[in-house]
Each structure stands twice: as C-alpha cells, then as structure tokens.
C-alpha cells in the first residue's frame, strides 16, 4: 500500500472513532432522557401517560435507525438493571413481561422506524409524518401486548391504551418532529 493510502485511512479513523463516539453519548444522553421523561406519570389506567414518547421518537431522528435503536436498548436494559427509569419511577424485568411490556418494546423499533423515515428528508411535515409512523409501531405493539397480557379483547386494549393518549401523543410527536428539524438544521450549519 503506498504511503498516501496509509495517510488516508490515519485520517479518517480518528474520524470515523469520533463519530462512533459522538453517537454513543447521543444515544445515551436520549436513553436517559427517556429515564428521566417517565418519573412524572399520570396513571389512568394500565397504561400511565408519560413524556418518553417525545424522546423516543426524537432518538430515531436525531440518532438515525441504528444509534436510535440502540438508545432505547439501553434505556430498557438500564430499567432491566433496576434503575428507576420506566413508568412512575419503576425497573424490573418484570416490567418487559407486564401490561406495559409491549409499549416498551415498541419503543426500540419506533426509534429505528423513525430513524430510517427520517433519512430521507429534513422537512417538518415528513419528519412529524415519520414520528406518527413511529407513534403507531408502539401502539400496535402496546395494544397487542396489552391485550394478550391483561386477557382482554384487542377492542378494550384500544379503549384503554391507545385513545386516551392520542391527543399527547400527537402534540409529543411534533414536538420531537421540531427537535429532529432544529437538529439537522445544526448538523448541516456544522
């Protein structure tokens, strides 16, 4: 290999280590936003209302499919691990296999969701379109989970763990949509 090949590739590893680096504190810096977005819980049911949505969805777009995915790993295996970062400041594996196990799971592929819809264009109206995506990847999985869990038909699950939310829900979702684009407006100015 001649010597200006090796200068390259010296370049762009530090580079490319950067970057890695970059996105691990991003991840875990939205991994602990979600913690932290779920101690104030309002329960109205099986189902507690929450800020985590708002970030969960951000880290898609903010993260990408991967990094974004990879934060909500992170997030669910610090609850895993006993901190007190899901719902109402709970933890526990046992959280994964309870009424709200589903949500929570769906939380990994609506950050992945959001992050691959979320590559394609920086507009505000893809971006929020691309966080309603995402949005009913968690619902599905939530009020599927939920409806298997807690022994009730699929209809109920909606009832209880989709409509109460959706206005929130809705208003999280442009929210994270407005992070994503201010984001990506601050990364292209970089």
Request: proline share 6%.
């Amino acid at each position: 290999m001649s010597a200006k090949g090796d200068s390259h590739s010296q370049e762009l590893a530090p580079s490319q280590a950067a970057h890695r680096i970059r996105s691990m504190v991003l991840a875990a810096l939205l991994a602990a936003l979600t913690g932290a977005s779920s101690l104030v819980a309002i329960p109205i049911g099986p189902v507690p209302i929450t800020l985590q949505s708002l970030f969960v969805l951000a880290s898609g777009g903010i993260l990408g499919p991967k990094w974004g995915a990879l934060s909500m790993c992170l997030y669910l295996a610090m609850g895993v691990a006993g901190l007190p970062v899901f719902a109402g400041g709970t933890s526990g594996f046992g959280k994964l296999l309870g009424p709200t196990g589903g949500y929570l799971v769906g939380f990994v592929l609506a950050s992945a969701t959001v992050g691959s819809l979320t590559k394609s264009s920086s507009r505000l109206p893809w971006i929020f379109f691309s966080s309603l995506v995402g949005l009913s990847v968690i619902y599905i999985l939530g009020c599927g989970w939920l409806s298997l869990i807690a022994k009730i038909p699929l209809k109920k699950a909606i009832m209880v763990g989709l409509l109460p939310f959706v206005p929130g829900d809705l208003l999280k979702a442009f929210l994270a949509s407005l992070l994503v684009v201010k984001w990506q407006a601050v990364q292209t100015d970089r």
